[in-house]
Each structure stands twice: as C-alpha cells, then as structure tokens.
C-alpha cells in the first residue's frame, strides 16, 4: 500500500498538471492559402475546389495536427461546405466567406469591388476538450473571431483577419476599435490575431 501511495504522491508531485488541467500548450497554424479554388473558377457560383490545395491542407492537418488552423484568402463561396475542407471529425470549421457585407467599396474608387478572393477561416480540433463560441463581427470586415474555452475557466480569443490596403484609413480605424473591444468586452486571459 504504501509503495502505491508513494508513486501517486511522486506523480502529483512532478506532474501539477493533474491538479490544474488547463491548456499546456496550444499549437496554432496560420497560412494565407491564396484560394482553395483555383483563379479560373472565381466567378463561377459553384466553383471546385483545387483538389491539390485541398489534399495538401488535409495532408498537413492529419500529420501535424495544429489545435487551430487559420486560413486567410481562402477564396470560399457558400456553396462549397466546410466538411469538403476539413472532415467535421477532425475540426470544427468556422467561416468568414467575401460578400458586399464583409468587404466595402474602396473609397477611392467606389466602382471598384472584387466579388470574388478573400475569405477567411478559423477550425478548431474537435477532440479538444473546449466550448468554442462564434463572436459577432458586424463592423464590414473580413474578420473571424472565436473565443475558446477550458474546463478551468481559462479562455482566450482568437481572430483572424483579411483586409485589402486600399480600403483607406477609416476601414483601419474601424478594425483598430473592434480588436480593442474584444479584450475590453470579454475579459479573457489571451488574445491571438492572425493577419
């Protein structure tokens, strides 16, 4: 008995993480993938997805498997599912896709509007044990921002965001103002922006 007692006591010694089961570490992958379809078939409302991108992005995630992966210029349309990116299985896959909402005119030149490009995509594991919440974004950006969960009550937020530079100053003040409410807001411990 005491041989037991022993080796628990040395265990919880050592290993604190048993008395504060938190995040230890989090891996996180970023990568502007400049469309998961190919150029040829943006104007098209049902595009394909480029099979190449698509098999080297699942291929990654299978061999590395990131907790989050976040993707800008993903170039997505509604009418591609999320599960054709990522198996529901492995992630849970939020997605920002391009419309008039999301990207405004440029400023300079108000005739100017590229339909098609842009998106951006944030995916969480989904064997992570973590409550995953979609925060609005209403402020006309291509932005995602989630907030994650632990059991022990730590979060962080993460967001991701795509902007064209020519969209001018007052776009950037207005993403400026929404990255700044997220910590005011909600509290958490950490926030993670991917541009």
Not at 60 to 81: G, H, M, Y
Not at 104 to 116: G, L
Not at 157 to 172: A, D, M, S
Request: charged content about 20%; proline content about 7%.
């Amino acid at each position: 008995f005491w041989v037991y007692s022993l080796n628990v006591l040395l265990i919880i010694l050592v290993n604190p993480s048993l008395l504060n089961p938190g995040p230890q570490q989090l891996s996180v992958a970023y990568q502007n993938v400049q469309g998961l379809i190919p150029f040829g078939q943006l104007s098209s409302k049902h595009p394909l997805l480029d099979r190449f991108k698509i098999s080297e992005l699942q291929s990654f995630a299978n061999q590395s498997r990131p907790d989050i992966l976040v993707l800008n210029e993903t170039w997505l349309k509604k009418s591609i599912s999320s599960n054709e990116i990522l198996p529901d299985s492995q992630y849970e896959i939020f997605r920002n896709d391009r419309t008039r909402r999301t990207h405004p005119q440029d400023p300079s030149n108000p005739k100017k509007f590229r339909e098609n490009g842009g998106g951006v995509l944030l995916a969480v594991r989904s064997d992570l044990n973590v409550t995953v919440k979609r925060l609005t974004v209403t402020t006309g950006l291509e932005m995602l921002a989630v907030k994650v969960n632990f059991p022990n009550k730590e979060s962080f937020i993460i967001c991701t965001c795509y902007r064209v530079g020519t969209l001018g100053q007052p776009h950037l003040d207005t993403l400026t103002s929404y990255l700044r409410s997220l910590t005011s807001k909600r509290k958490p411990s950490k926030v993670i922006s991917c541009w």
